[in-house]
């Protein structure tokens, strides 16, 4: 039996930001990164302790207005504990924060998978994906949902705010993806409230990939790599249109086009964080992360 919890990072490979205003998105879990939690017994006062983040405090000294306190300050009550047990919080994680992974779901994910398995009190996906979503509206502001959804189910979906999750069944596996760190950081809360503070002129570029992510649905379920290559691409552009990529991005996605990548976008919110590449099989992924490591990037994937 596992003494702990965990939960994936996520990747979006079609519909980041559209999404926000309805249109349809695709993502899919990256298991492969993961952050963990484990609770146990030390005797003394609650403490939360992450080397990661540099964090080691009790409940009491947590910023009230932090996404943990509100989570803790949550689950306490949901438990029905008066005050929290006595024991230690370990997290860890090799998800990069800020860099559109889905690290701050992965985080309160993992934290309500831990107390569920700890106390052992079931909590359906569902439950699971909607305490996550009220916690991601404290670190984003106006969240989809799209990183909740994806990371509490674990698999690669469809998502609409008004539709909500659809299982994307696509043998992922026949698509030789690259997932990227750029190494440069940005809030998703800043890159979403400037797409929104020029919404008139971005809604046409937004309408256009929610057309790109409809599109997707089929290239990926019949793995037509040629078709999401380009649909990719085309993604990227308007991504490019409505002012969430930059100009280091577009470097390191036309260095992988160049190279041969059949399509390749940015990941997330952008302005930074990682970008996707799809090689044309193994072999090629192969040669386009090591081109990449000998930049100094991190590859993820
Ligand atoms: O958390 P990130 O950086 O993966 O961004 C989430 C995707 C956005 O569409 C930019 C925001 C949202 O809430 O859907």
Not at 57 to 80: A, C, M, N, P, Q
Not at 138 to 144: D, E, V
Not at 145 to 153: A, F, M, R
Not at 235 to 257: A, Y
Request: charged share 20%; hydrophobic share 40%; aromatic share 8%.
């Amino acid at each position: 039996m596992k003494d702990f919890s965990s939960a994936s990072g996520k990747t979006i490979l079609f519909g980041e930001h559209a999404v926000v205003y309805g249109e349809p998105a695709i993502a899919i879990p990256l298991p492969q990164i993961r952050t963990t939690a484990r609770l146990y017994d030390n005797h003394q006062e609650f403490r939360i302790i992450s080397n990661k983040i540099n964090l080691n405090k009790s409940y009491k000294e947590l910023d009230l207005s932090s996404g943990i306190y509100r989570l803790l300050t949550f689950l306490k009550d949901y438990f029905s504990f008066h005050i929290l047990p006595a024991d230690t919080l370990e997290i860890n994680s090799n998800i990069p924060i800020a860099a559109g992974l889905g690290s701050g779901a992965a985080l309160s994910i993992a934290i309500i998978r831990e107390f569920s398995r700890y106390y052992e009190k079931p909590i359906s996906v569902e439950e699971i994906n909607r305490i996550a979503f009220e916690i991601e509206k404290i670190y984003h502001g106006n969240p989809s949902g799209i990183d909740n959804t994806t990371i509490s189910w674990e698999q690669p979906i469809i998502f609409s705010k008004s539709k909500g999750v659809t299982k994307l069944s696509s043998d992922l596996q026949a698509l030789d993806f690259l997932v990227i760190d750029s190494g440069i950081y940005s809030k998703t809360i800043d890159v979403v409230s400037d797409v929104r503070s020029n919404i008139d002129k971005n809604m046409p570029f937004i309408k256009k990939i929610g057309i790109i992510s409809n599109k997707s649905v089929q290239a990926l379920i019949s793995c037509n790599k040629n078709e999401i290559g380009e649909l990719m691409n085309e993604n990227q552009f308007l991504l490019g249109k409505i002012g969430v990529s930059c100009k280091e991005l577009d470097e390191m996605i036309d260095f992988g086009r160049g190279l041969g990548a059949l399509g390749a976008k940015l990941t997330g919110a952008g302005r930074g964080g990682n970008f996707l590449l799809l090689a044309k099989d193994h072999q090629h992924a192969i040669m386009l992360k090591s081109k990449y490591e000998t930049q100094g990037l991190r590859v993820i994937l």
